[in-house]
């Protein structure tokens, strides 16, 4: 399995996975001119892909979506939202689980400020891929459904202290740190120690607020955990905001 995020943030984000038999897009939050661009910079075209998955409907994860003619995979309880929007679109049951060529996708419900927000578990040739990049506490279901992964995608939103002293009208700071917000850098860290095991052999910090985080807190907050636990067979990389992110290849 070959991941790599085109986009990470509040300004969009987008995902790339490619099994052996298939190419999958996670969210489509950036422009279509965007998506192109950097999916050619990984030998992809666009009608490569086999499926677009929303996560929810937020602007930064669906923008380009109704410009998409790909087959579009989003919850059955946001169907209403995109029925005449996107010409290709088929449903999903948060919860369950379907296949794209290869690749088996769970979804699972995360809390959000969203209509029915999801993280997801892709899984192809005993190799397992999590990915929650909106949410705003770690539930006991997010722990279980990510149990096992071997590279987790996890957003390090904010540091707690800097988001207090910004400029962000109080409203919106309630917004970020309650349980439907974003996760702090504490609370992502938390929540990949309790995932670590012998074969999860890489994480990756998305969503970090260009306002509200620095790479280096989140990464120490991060490499904590490693020092801890003595886990130093996982590798830590950043998901850039507006760039290609590094290859993981599982």
Known sequence: MKVCTLASGSSGNSLFIQTEYSKILIDAGI???QIKARLKRLDVELS???????????????????KIE????????????????VKNLFEFDTGSSFSIKDAIITSFSVPHDALDPVGFTIETDHRKL?????????TGLVKERLKGSHILIIEFNHDENILRESHYPW????????RLGHLSNEQAANLFASLLHNELSHLLLAHLSETNNRYDIALRAASSVIAKSGADHIAISIAPRKNLGEVLII
Request: without cysteine; hydrophobic residues 40%.
């Open 130 to 138: 999590g990915i929650v990049t909106d949410i705003g506490t770690a």
């Open 171 to 178: 409203e919106i700071k309630q917004r970020i740190m309650s």
């Open 31 to 33: 422009s279509l001119r």
């Open 48 to 66: 490569d892909l086999d499926a677009v998955i929303i996560s929810h409907e937020h602007l930064d994860h669906a923008m380009s979506i109704p």
């Open 70 to 85: 790909n087959p579009a995979y989003v919850a059955s309880t946001t169907m209403h939202l995109w029925k005449d929007k």
